[in-house]
C-alpha cells in the first residue's frame, strides 16, 4: 500500500514539550500513524489530557513529568522508558525555554539559563536516544529549531538565536555522526507558530502581529497541528535517506528577502 511508507505502527517515540502546542500536535500525529509514546513535559496535567488522546486512537502514551534543563531528570525519563518499552525509534525535541533581553544587559545567567534549556538539555536528551538508537541500528531524531536560529529577528532575541543556532548545528554534526550508524538527525525550522505564550506577546504589543505577518508571503501564522505531516516524514521510512536537513516550517519567511514584498503585505503599524 502507498501509506506503507509513513506507517509508524508499534514504534516507539518520545516527545518533549507534549502537553501543548507543536510537542502536543507532534505526539498525536506520530500515535495517528501507529506509535507508541512517552511523553515528557513540566505540565502533568496537559500530558494527561495528550494521553487522553493518544489512548484513544488505541495506542499507548505515558506521560512522564520531566524539565529537560534538569539531567537527572532526562535520566530518570530515559529509565522509564527502558523499563516500559525497552527501546526507542524517534525522538521529538520540541520543549525548551527561551530568554529574551538587551544585548547590552544581558547577564552570564540569562545566557546560562537559555543554554541549558535549549541547547544542554537538548542534547542530553538527543545522546541517550542515540545511545539506544546506534545500539539498535536504525532511529530517527528531529529538533525544533527556530527561524531566530538561521537568521537574526532582534526584538533582544541574542541569548534565544545563539542556543537556537546551536540546535541547528548539532542537528548538522551529529546527522554526520550517526548517519552511519542507522540513525538520522534532522531539524523543523519554525517561523511563528499560534501558541499561548506569542499570543499574550501580540496582545501586549500592537505592532508584532503585522510585523509577523510582514514576513508571513502566506498571509498568516502557523498552527500547531502543521508540524503533523512533515513529523510523521521524518519519522518514517518515507524520510530514509533524509538525514542533516534543516527543513523550513514557516509560510515562506526564510525564502524572502527581508526588503521585499508580498501581495497583502500589511503596512508597517499596528494591524
Not at 535520566?75 to 527502558?82: E, F
Not at 527561524?147 to 548538522?172: D, E, K, N, W
Not at 505531516?229 to 521510512?237: F, H, K, P, R
Request: charged share 20%; glycine share 12%.
Amino acid at each position: 500500500m502507498a501509506g506503507d511508507l509513513f506507517d509508524l505502527t508499534d514504534r516507539v517515540a518520545v516527545v518533549s514539550g507534549a502537553a501543548s502546542g507543536m510537542g502536543r500536535a507532534m505526539a498525536i500525529g506520530f500515535a495517528e500513524y501507529g506509535a507508541d509514546l512517552l511523553l515528557a513535559d513540566i505540565d502533568a496535567a496537559g500530558m494527561e489530557a495528550t494521553a487522553g488522546t493518544i489512548e484513544a486512537l488505541g495506542r499507548r502514551a505515558i506521560p512522564v513529568v520531566c524539565d529537560i534543563a534538569q539531567p537527572d531528570r532526562i535520566d530518570a525519563l530515559y529509565r522509564t522508558l527502558d523499563r516500559e518499552f525497552g527501546r526507542i525509534d524517534v525522538l521529538g525535541n520540541v520543549a525548551g525555554e527561551g530568554v529574551t533581553g538587551d544585548p547590552a544587559q544581558l547577564t552570564a545567567e540569562q545566557l546560562r539559563h537559555a543554554m541549558q534549556n535549549l541547547v544542554i538539555g537538548r542534547y542530553h536528551c538527543t545522546r541517550e536516544a542515540g545511545r539506544r538508537m546506534i545500539e539498535a541500528g536504525k532511529g530517527s531524531i528531529m529538533s525544533i529549531v527556530s527561524i531566530a536560529g538561521l537568521t537574526a529577528l532582534g526584538r533582544h532575541h541574542v541569548a534565544y538565536s545563539m542556543a537556537m543556532g546551536a540546535v541547528a548545528q548539532m542537528t548538522r554534526e551529529l546527522s554526520s555522526e550517526w548517519a552511519p550508524l542507522g540513525v538520522r538527525v534532522n531539524a523543523i525550522v519554525c517561523a511563528q507558530v499560534e501558541n499561548r505564550d506569542l499570543r499574550q506577546r501580540m496582545e501586549a504589543d500592537p505592532v508584532l502581529r503585522s510585523n509577523f505577518l510582514r514576513g508571513l508571503p502566506i498571509g498568516r501564522l502557523g498552527r500547531p497541528d502543521e508540524i503533523k505531516g512533515l513529523a510523521v516524514l521524518l519519522a518514517s521510512d518515507a524520510s530514509s535517506f533524509m538525514t542533516g536537513a534543516l527543513i523550513p516550517l514557516d509560510g515562506g519567511n526564510l525564502a524572502k528577502n527581508a526588503g521585499g514584498s508580498h501581495p497583502g503585505m500589511p503596512p508597517l503599524g499596528p494591524s
